[in-house]
């Protein structure tokens, strides 16, 4: 499926980034041990840091990851609305000779620092699950159910979240939130240049991204996705992703 494979590409490219940072971590190593002696803290002038600037990449970086933590560990109680259009053929990813199987993906979810119930349906199969925080493996299950639902529309906004830009604010159930959008059709050359690398981790062609994110907590509390794909066996098919946080 195409989550899995941005999943599987993002940790591929974790693990180069790491690599990378190795290899530039040896050669510090390197130039420190043959370098003359640094100057003594009296010869060189102190510089004030300044935090970096919270833009609107980072914002949207920081949103899923705060959305994903208060699923996990629901300090108040919230529902969690999910629809989508999206292939749903499990031996996609493996077999070459099956095609995209594009059908109704939703998920309403209930969650309290104490208990989630899910109620999901993706294609024909239904599903209800529900735990106490106390029944550690029902609630690892249930967890597991949930973030799964929700890592590949984040992992989404997080690889467009340099190219988007700020579209204003608009609350969201009751919720004091600004907005920002991206769309692969209007983009300039050189952000063409960077979105092409977006497209060569898995069979993106175009898309549009809006989300919300809360003003007071930085959480992406709605979105939505649409998603053009294409793949190198001439399947063609059109995908759609929303979900929204209500505070209950």
């Known amino acids: 499926m195409l989550r899995i494979n941005n999943m599987q590409a993002h940790i591929h490219r974790s693990r180069?980034?790491?690599?990378?940072?190795?290899?530039?971590?040896g050669l510090m190593v390197g130039c420190q041990r043959s370098a003359p002696q640094a100057p003594t803290a009296q010869q060189v002038p102190?510089?004030?840091?300044?935090?970096?600037?919270?833009t609107p990449s980072k914002i949207l970086s920081k949103s899923g990851k705060?959305?994903?933590?208060?699923?996990?560990h629901p300090k108040t109680p919230f529902h969690y609305s999910y629809t989508g259009q999206q292939n749903v053929n499990d031996r996609y990813a493996f077999d070459k000779s099956?095609?995209?199987?594009?059908?109704?993906?939703?998920?309403?979810a209930d969650l309290s620092p104490d208990e989630v119930r899910i109620t999901s349906m993706r294609g024909a199969k239904h599903e209800d699950r529900a735990a106490k925080k106390?029944?550690?493996?029902?609630?690892?299950?249930?967890?597991?159910?949930l973030i799964g639902n929700v890592t590949g529309p984040t992992m989404d906004i997080d690889?467009?979240?340099?190219?988007?830009?700020?579209?204003?604010?608009?609350?969201?159930?009751?919720v004091a939130a600004d907005k920002f959008k991206f769309d692969s059709s209007t983009l300039t050359p050189a952000q063409?240049?960077?979105?092409?690398?977006?497209?060569?981790?898995?069979?993106?062609?175009?898309?549009?991204?809006?989300?919300?994110?809360?003003?007071?907590?930085?959480e992406l509390v709605k979105f939505s996705i649409d998603q053009s794909n294409a793949d190198d066996r001439g399947n063609t098919w059109e995908e759609h992703y929303e979900g929204e946080v209500k505070p209950k």
Do not use: R, Y
Not at 46 to 54: E, F, M, R, Y
Not at 159 to 174: F, I, Q
Not at 194 to 217: E, P, R
């Open 16 to 25: 180069i980034t790491g690599m990378a940072c190795l290899a530039m971590a």
């Open 46 to 54: 102190q510089q004030v840091s300044h935090p970096a600037a919270n």
């Open 66 to 72: 705060i959305l994903l933590d208060s699923m996990q």
């Open 98 to 108: 099956v095609k995209p199987q594009v059908a109704a993906v939703t998920l309403e």
């Open 134 to 145: 106390s029944d550690d493996l029902g609630w690892s299950e249930a967890q597991l159910s």
């Open 159 to 174: 690889l467009t979240a340099s190219l988007a830009a700020p579209d204003g604010a608009e609350p969201v159930g009751g």
């Open 192 to 218: 063409k240049s960077q979105f092409d690398i977006i497209k060569s981790i898995g069979h993106i062609k175009d898309m549009k991204v809006t989300a919300w994110v809360a003003k007071d907590s930085g």
